[in-house]
């Protein structure tokens, strides 16, 4: 396991979780150094260790997506994370599962949401965007569309998604993001329902729910 995975792991194994709904505190907090100003809540040991395992997981999606040896049982117990099945087995198959994968690849998603994920290109010396136009991941591309194929939406040349007005939260999120981040903001496209499913784009989960 690298240095950075063992130094995570240290950090979420030593931080008290017990209360840690009921207070903002510094990090490697410890409950019995509160004295007089502990809280008078504080989580049972069962609920204290989904904290903790919901640390462990957002930490190792983006540990495990940078670094393909990455080995999440691993990991998991020095977090003081119980990698056992009820029934006492090692290496219970939970403790993978609470990772997001890539549909078509089986590899650990990028972090972060992939509504935006178009809109967050890498940061370049140049001005000119040169990559090809995105497609939409399978999930994307599954979700139900309009009965209607000339149904009105717009894309952008980074987005994998056609999103039908420009108020939707997700793209007006991924415009803040890119602004934000000074990334290149591209002009809306307007097309069709049907046009953007036959160039392979996914359907916003937003705009047509």
Request: net charge neutral; charged share 25%.
């Amino acid at each position: 396991m690298s240095r950075l995975a063992r130094d995570f792991a240290a950090e979420i194994n030593y931080h008290d979780w017990s209360d840690a709904p009921y207070r903002l505190d510094r990090a490697g907090h410890q409950r019995d150094h509160d004295r007089h100003n502990a809280t008078p809540d504080v989580l049972n040991q069962a609920e204290t260790d989904n904290v903790r395992t919901n640390v462990m997981w957002v930490v190792a999606q983006v540990l495990g997506h940078a670094d393909p040896n990455f080995d999440v049982f691993e990991f998991a117990e020095w977090c003081g994370v119980d990698t056992r099945t009820s029934a006492g087995r090692a290496r219970s198959g939970h403790i993978p599962a609470g990772l997001r994968h890539d549909l078509e690849t089986g590899a650990l998603a990028r972090p972060g949401d992939p509504e935006v994920w178009d809109e967050d290109a890498p940061a370049a010396p140049s001005p000119v965007d040169t990559r090809p136009d995105q497609v939409g991941t399978a999930a994307q591309r599954a979700r139900t569309w309009p009965a209607d194929p000339n149904t009105p939406g717009f894309v952008t040349a980074r987005s994998r998604n056609i999103h039908r007005s420009l108020d939707c939260v997700k793209y007006t999120h991924s415009v803040h993001v890119a602004r934000t981040r000074g990334r290149t903001v591209h002009p809306p496209v307007w097309t069709t329902t049907g046009a953007a499913r036959g160039n392979q784009k996914g359907i916003c989960s937003h705009c047509w729910s």
